[in-house]
């Protein structure tokens, strides 16, 4: 690429890359390990719009209303069709957000370790993007306002829980956060709630009312194992999703990823009793390799960090020739696991005593 005429922001830059291996355990990106039932997929099969001729509806209406209907029930919050916004991934929702709201000459704020796509998409839309490490694994929230303070940044994101440290932020330092971006006169508040359903902390849709410049991000690719087909959404203040229509390509949404998800919101339900077994299950795991003498810090989501490992790279190859991918996101001591079915965490749990040797001793 080294003589392609690129943007300057980009030269040097590496593309996002979780390794998709082929192995027997992957527990590396969060994915629901449930696939979907297949009444749900043969339904899906059933409801794809015949007319495949025509474009789809721009506004994804019917998509939104369901959307609208989940989020109600699943926060308590009443919230309408006005207020969601849904595009391809939640991953296309941050890159709209950033369109409409960075850009050339503005910033975001992103905190770390967090998620890296928040600061990838920043540079792929030519928002400058300020990077404050957390106070070791964990964020305080006077270190949200000192860093709102000092950057004023013109978009702010906090992840709750937070990728891949796991720990979610209670409402008081996201209302604080708020209060901060609010007084610089400037700035939108971006709560990413990918893993919002795993969590123990009420969500940030709560806090819309009254709060024009707050968004809260989800996505069915983690709680609604609904990863390959793409769908993320927002939660917001109707003049924000008014302002996405600037930036949204036209018919941006497919017809088949907008009767699919509709389908698949429809079975929200089955998504608790999932959800409970899940966390069930990260507890075990969790339990079983604290006996063995490893730290997992606790997490509010389907995934934990574990070590410490004096050499996470190292510990990374060896459970990968165990069978088992996890996550090295590049932290000191730790690896990320994502939570599998109970027989590929017990696998885990086995594969963690043969790296006893790169168990950091303090
Ligand atoms: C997985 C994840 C997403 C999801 O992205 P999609 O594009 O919806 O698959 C968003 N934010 C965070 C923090 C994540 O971990």
Redesign the pocket.
């Known amino acids: 690429m080294s003589d392609l005429p690129l943007r300057p922001e980009l030269v040097g830059r590496t593309a996002y890359g979780a390794p998709q291996l082929d192995v027997p355990i992957a527990l590396n990106t969060?994915e629901n390990p449930y696939p979907p039932p297949p009444e749900m997929i043969s339904e899906i099969g059933r409801r794809i719009e015949p007319e495949l001729n025509r474009y789809p509806d721009r506004d994804a209406a019917r998509l939104r209303d369901a959307l609208a209907g989940y989020l109600s029930e699943q926060t308590g919050v009443a919230v309408g069709r006005g207020e969601v916004w849904a595009a391809n991934?939640?991953?296309e929702i941050l890159q709209q957000i950033l369109q409409a709201f960075g850009g050339p000459g503005r910033t975001a704020l992103g905190f770390t370790p967090g998620?890296t796509m928040h600061e990838l998409i920043s540079h792929a839309t030519g928002t400058g993007f300020i990077e404050v490490p957390r106070d070791g694994l964990l964020l305080p929230t006077d270190r949200i306002v000192a860093a709102v303070r000092e950057h004023r940044p013109d978009v702010l994101f906090l992840?709750s829980p937070n990728?891949p440290t796991g720990d979610s932020l209670p409402l008081s330092a996201l209302e604080a956060a708020y209060n901060a971006v609010a007084e610089t006169g400037r700035g939108i508040v971006v709560v990413?709630e990918?893993y919002a359903e795993f969590a123990s902390v009420p969500s940030a849709v709560s806090l819309i009312a009254g709060r024009p410049r707050l968004i809260v991000t989800r996505?069915m690719?983690?709680a609604f194992a609904f990863?390959g087909a793409r769908v993320?959404y927002l939660v917001a203040d109707p003049a924000v999703i008014d302002a996405l229509q600037l930036v949204r390509l036209p018919y941006h949404l497919s017809a088949l990823t907008q009767s699919a998800a509709q389908v698949a919101v429809s079975y929200a339900t089955r998504l608790t009793e999932q959800i409970r077994r899940l966390c069930d299950t990260r507890e075990q795991f969790v339990a079983a390799v604290t006996a063995q003498g490893w730290v997992c810090p606790p997490s509010d989501a389907n995934f934990v960090l574990i070590g410490p490992f004096v050499d996470p790279p190292q510990a990374w190859q060896r459970l990968l020739e165990a069978g088992i991918l996890v996550r090295d996101v590049g932290l000191a001591r730790w690896l990320r696991v994502t939570i599998g079915t109970p027989e590929q965490m017990t696998r885990m749990a086995a594969a963690m005593r043969g790296l006893e040797d790169l168990r950091e001793t303090t």
Do not use: E
Request: some cysteine; glycine content about 14%.
């Open positions: 969060n991934g939640s991953n998620y992840c990728n990413d990918a996505t690719s983690k990863a993320g």
